[in-house]
């Protein structure tokens, strides 16, 4: 078990220094437009385009695609409003939310949703497991039998230099995105993440509270709370603030 876990450190042993690359600028406008390497889900001419920033160690992230992202899915993606690009970046602990990366980057182009799906609900699993230290690779070769994955395609991708250099590369492009952090959304234009203060949290959008009918919006993980910014941004009223 040592050995395997001393190789998933490796795979991703350059990527902490990509952390300190992040920018204070807002992401604008350019973060939003969809990249070569994305993944996206949802037509190509949907209405509306949403820029998710997630990372596979991030439990907020892991309760998002829990109790939002199936209602977003059925309700607007599935329905062709919305195209959902999905950005996977790096947070502590950076070998767990690395080896997430390589093991959905490395599954076919058609299973990347569902190693993101199983990715988050083992979260926990793969959490306890390491703390314990147990067989963290062995959670990930049963994630990565369900979309098809040997343990020795994944073992592979693991030691692909060019799977680290991916991982490296992405969390660079983040820090330039202007990502403060996870989960985050590149929406209408603007950069959508948590604003905590000493009176809640909120969404802030393009710098300022994200309000809808004039009061701002707390930053509560459920899916009606989220279709309601969704549909915010759909129907334009974001123009009006």
């Known amino acids: 078990m040592m050995i395997a876990r001393q190789a998933i450190s490796r795979v991703v042993a350059g990527a902490v220094l990509a952390l300190g690359l992040a920018s204070s600028a807002i992401a604008q406008h350019e973060a939003q437009a969809e990249r070569p390497n994305d993944h996206a889900i949802g037509p190509e001419d949907a209405p509306l385009l949403i820029v998710e920033y997630a990372s596979y160690a991030c439990p907020h992230c892991a309760h ?3 109790a939002v992202w199936p209602t977003v899915k059925s309700d607007f993606v599935d329905t062709g409003e919305v195209r959902w690009v999905f950005r996977p970046m790096l947070t502590n602990p950076v070998q767990l939310a690395g080896a ?3 093991l ?4 076919a182009d058609d299973r990347f949703f569902d190693a993101t799906d199983l990715l988050f609900a083992e979260q ?12 963290v690779l062995g959670v990930y070769n049963r994630i990565g039998g369900a979309v098809g994955l040997s343990p020795e395609a994944l073992m592979g991708c693991f030691q692909d230099p060019a799977m680290n250099e991916a991982v490296n590369a992405a969390a660079v492009q983040a820090g330039e995105d202007g990502i403060p952090g996870t989960p985050s959304f590149i929406i209408g234009g603007e ?6 203060g000493p009176d809640g949290n909120f969404w802030n959008w393009n710098g300022e509270p994200l309000l809808i009918n004039g009061e701002r919006v707390p930053a509560q993980f459920d899916g009606d709370s989220f279709s309601r910014i969704v549909l915010h941004f759909r129907n334009g009223s974001h123009l009006e603030q």
């Not at 950069?191 to 905590?196: A, E, G, N, S």
């Open 64 to 66: 998002f695609q829990e």
């Open 100 to 102: 997430g990366m390589i």
């Open 104 to 107: 959905a980057e490395c599954a």
């Open 124 to 135: 926990s699993t793969i959490f306890e497991t390491a703390r314990a230290g147990g067989d």
């Open 191 to 196: 950069l959508l993440h948590i604003q905590h």
